[in-house]
């Protein structure tokens, strides 16, 4: 029984290698970064934010000279995707630009990163990982609405 098992394992694997030379091969991967290493870029004075959280998010409080561009909007019908969301980056942007991408948890930001990367050519952009929150939660600097006492 072991030259079968060892047969079909062949076949199997040579099929694989088949498949896997027809496949389109992977897209670059998006280089994250930890809120500690994102907030030494910003101040190195080379990086620029990228904050792609709806307006509301980005309103309520967001990393200080940090630009927003929706990567999503929130409608009556769910989530959408920004039609015009590389147009917008690309308006604020060059492909040489050294840029942090961050969203409220990591996950539309890795999703802007991706796409900057496949449809503009960008290639110098970071995720940060865990996104607004965890730069919060690790009690880095924010902007925030002043509230009615304050003005």
């Known amino acids: 029984m072991r030259p079968a098992i060892a047969l ?13 030379g027809s496949e389109k091969p992977p897209a670059a ?16 004075g080379g990086h620029r934010y990228l904050d792609v959280r709806t307006e509301k998010e980005f309103r309520n409080g967001h990393v200080a000279d940090s ?6 909007f929130f ?9 015009k969301f590389i147009e917008q980056v690309a308006a604020h942007f060059d492909k040489q ?14 999703l802007a990163c991706f796409d900057l990367m496949a449809a503009q ?19 880095f600097a924010v902007k925030k609405p ?3 006492d304050e003005l």
């Open 121 to 139: 050519g960008f290639e110098n952009v970071k995720n940060i990982e865990g996104g607004y929150d965890a730069w919060v939660e690790n009690g």
């Open 67 to 72: 630009l927003n561009v929706p990567y999503h």
């Open 97 to 110: 630009d050294s840029i942090v991408v961050g969203c409220k948890s990591g996950v539309r930001s890795e």
């Open 8 to 20: 079909t394992i062949c076949a199997l694997s040579a099929l694989l290698v088949a498949a896997r």
């Open 29 to 44: 991967a998006v280089a994250a970064v930890g809120v500690a290493a994102a907030a030494d870029l910003l101040r190195s």
């Open 75 to 83: 409608t009556s019908q769910g989530k959408e995707k920004n039609p």
């Open 146 to 148: 002043q509230t009615q």
